[in-house]
């Protein structure tokens, strides 16, 4: 059935590494894909998205492009800081009338030490 | 972009007892969506809440359990019914138009 798949935390990294948090997912057409973060003790945020093949999605540093060809949205940015410490959620939508739906990935707990 | 706010923030509850959830949002939206987070776990879809009909339910959710209202495309509410132990996750709004998520209702059930 449709999932959605991430790579397995916890990812501990320095601050000023670079981070790739992998998310590949399947389907039989081209949903819209989309990254949240949760913070800790805060709530649910949209941190980027793309909704067509090739699309980059861009927020707060962070970047993830719509690759068709290996259906993936890995998460990338060049510098991460003390204050990027959050779990990561991949997710992409449904399709037809379900199109904004959501199946997330389960998620993965990036700790960034200083 | 859209206010969303949800009632409660967090509660405790007792086993057998009900808790219903409210989901305001500032503008109207079009499609309103109930997710459940469980502790230390992913999200997943309870239903759709469908302005002025019956909730849509995702497999292995059921009305009985879960009703939902939504009187107006500003307002929705979730009851949790019956509740035991398992019930115990975050309970979040989300809008379909944008993809944005309430804020939670935290939920522990003893």
């Known amino acids: 059935g449709d999932s959605v798949t991430q790579m397995e935390g916890p990812v501990t990294l320095s601050e000023e590494a670079f981070l790739t948090i992998n998310c590949t997912y399947t389907?039989?057409?081209?949903?819209?894909l989309f990254w949240y973060v949760q913070y800790p003790g805060e709530g649910l945020q949209l941190l980027l998205k793309?909704?067509?093949?090739?699309d980059k999605g861009s927020n707060k540093g962070f970047e993830a492009t719509y690759r068709k060809e290996t259906t993936s949205f890995h998460l990338e940015k060049g510098s991460v800081q003390v204050s990027d410490s959050a779990v990561y959620f991949c997710a992409r939508g449904g399709y037809g009338g379900a199109t904004n739906k959501l199946i997330f990935g389960t998620g993965t707990l990036l700790a960034v030490q200083p | 972009s859209a206010v969303i706010s949800q009632k409660p923030s967090r509660d405790i509850c007792q086993r057998g007892t009900s808790l219903t959830i409210q989901c305001q949002v500032d503008?109207?939206?079009?499609?309103m969506f109930w997710y459940r987070q469980q502790p230390g776990q992913s999200l997943t879809l309870i239903a759709t809440a469908n302005q002025g009909s019956e909730a849509t339910y995702e497999s292995g959710f059921v009305i009985d359990k879960f009703p939902i209202s939504r009187p107006n495309l500003t307002f929705s509410t979730l009851t949790v019914s019956n509740m035991s132990p398992e019930d115990s996750s975050i309970y979040l709004c989300a809008l379909g138009d944008t993809q944005y998520f309430g804020p939670g209702t935290r939920l522990t059930v003893l």
């Open positions: 503008s109207q939206v079009t499609m």
């Open positions: 793309a909704t067509k093949a090739d």
């Open positions: 389907a039989t057409g081209y949903p819209s």
